[in-house]
């Protein structure tokens, strides 16, 4: 009998993200049932007995679970976002520092944000041949030109929510001091913090990986009608809830926020309610308002045809 595929697979987050965290491990156990997955972990401020919790989840679902312990004082002194880009923490630079953390043998890692969904297969990603390349990932599609950071030609640019790393490369290339040396000698130019880091040591040499490894919401048609959602998400793997508003949140926008509740429902945290508080500012909730009315016009065509038929005997 041929040993299961194992796919190594990292995640950061603090206390504030542990259902999210067993949302996104539930649908990676839902979809890749065929592989034995090893999660690597950093979480901090996140209780022993609740760490324990999610260990004894992930060897449940016939995987394995390894948290990793990281100083505060590694961190100290990062850029650390304003109040309102409170989604946003210092668990966000933790992914700098599995390189250190993990076995030496582990030839390659794959870090995903928790504020995903994985909707199919996750080895034919896994086993994406980088060929001289250190690291795999996806364009940011949303990010302007940033001269101030080296990022003069848009698809040069990339998201780190999805990163297939070469663990030998990442070491030898010393890729977390690089990052680690920007962040300390340039934050200012980091609006994007240890993404944007990154993108300053790599300089555009990463390999390209299709989007539907990370599929961001400018990656989804607007105008994509309800009854093609099914057939659009076909061969989609990772869905990425990227932005201020998540899928437990009221105001999230992304079309695909329908899908969050149906992992929900089958990870531990099913008897919890799917939203989270989250305040909302009255021009929040007109532009929440707007882009509902729009989304419904573009789920149902035929709703639109109706309108546009009212309008013309209107204006007769």
Same mark, same amino acid.
């Given at each position: ?98 390189? +250190?953390? !993990?076995?030496?043998?582990? =030839?390659? %890692?794959? $870090?995903? @944000?928790? /504020?995903? &969904? ?62 680690? +040396?920007? !962040?300390?000698?340039?934050? =200012?130019? %980091?609006? $994007?913090? @240890?993404? /944007?880091? &990154? ?118």
């Amino acid at each position: 009998m041929n040993a299961q595929p194992v796919i190594h697979a990292a995640i950061a987050f603090d206390e504030g993200y542990i259902t999210p965290v067993y949302v996104l491990l539930t649908s990676i156990f839902v979809n890749n049932k065929d592989c034995q997955v090893q999660v690597h972990a950093i979480a901090t401020d996140v209780s022993d007995t609740e760490k324990a919790k999610i260990v004894a989840y992930v060897r449940q679902q016939g995987g394995n679970m390894h948290f990793y312990e990281l100083s505060p004082e590694v961190t100290e002194g990062f850029p650390v976002p304003d109040e309102q880009e409170a989604y946003i923490t210092l668990a966000t630079y933790y992914r700098l520092f599995f390189p +250190r953390l !993990i076995p030496q043998e582990i =030839e390659r %890692l794959l $870090y995903l @944000d928790v /504020d995903m &969904l994985i909707v199919g297969n996750l080895l034919g990603l896994y086993q994406t041949d980088l060929g001289e390349y250190t690291v795999g990932a996806i364009m940011e599609a949303e990010m302007p030109l940033r001269p101030e950071i080296g990022m003069n030609r848009l698809e040069d640019y990339f998201n780190a929510g999805v990163l297939l790393m070469d663990m030998y490369k990442w070491r030898e290339q010393h890729i977390t001091d690089q990052a680690l +040396r920007i !962040i300390a000698t340039q934050p =200012e130019k %980091l609006q $994007y913090h @240890d993404q /944007d880091a &990154l993108n300053m040591v790599f300089k555009g040499k990463w390999y390209r990986l299709d989007s539907r490894y990370n599929l961001m919401k400018a990656y989804i048609p607007y105008d994509l009608p309800k009854r093609d959602y099914e057939k659009f998400l076909q061969d989609k793997v990772i869905i990425h809830y990227n932005g201020r508003n998540k899928p437990w949140h009221r105001a999230c926008e992304n079309k695909f926020r329908f899908l969050y509740p149906q992992y929900l429902h089958q990870s531990p945290r099913a008897h919890l309610g799917r939203y989270m508080k989250k305040t909302i500012t009255r021009k929040g909730l007109a532009q929440l308002f707007y882009n509902r009315i729009l989304e419904t016009y573009f789920d149902y065509p035929e709703v639109g045809n109706v309108w546009r038929r009212l309008k013309g005997v209107i204006g007769k």
